[in-house]
């Protein structure tokens, strides 16, 4: 299995990358959760976390990282909770 260290490099990096990524999104890795393909990770907007409005709250977003059986790790993005779980199942 893909380790928590690596996934969560992974998942990093890829939120890092995204357009303004330092004001907008955080890694909840306090929220991350193993299974045995993998890591799910989430994520919220900084700006909520920051003022508690409701109206800057991102939702259920998830990042996936799989473990890719001898191949390099898979990252997947949900919107819904529940879609990050059928992932790893």
Do not use: K
């Amino acid at each position: 299995m893909i380790s928590q260290e690596e996934a969560t490099q992974i998942a990093t990096t890829w939120l890092q990358s995204t357009e303004d990524a330092e004001e907008f999104f955080v890694l909840l890795v306090e929220q991350t959760e193993a299974y045995l393909g993998g890591w799910i990770f989430f994520y919220q907007s900084a700006t909520y976390l920051r003022t508690q409005e409701i109206s800057y709250a991102f939702g259920n977003a998830s990042i996936v990282a799989c473990d890719g059986h001898g191949s390099p790790p898979v990252l997947l993005f949900t919107r819904v909770r529940a879609e990050a779980y059928v992932t790893l199942l």
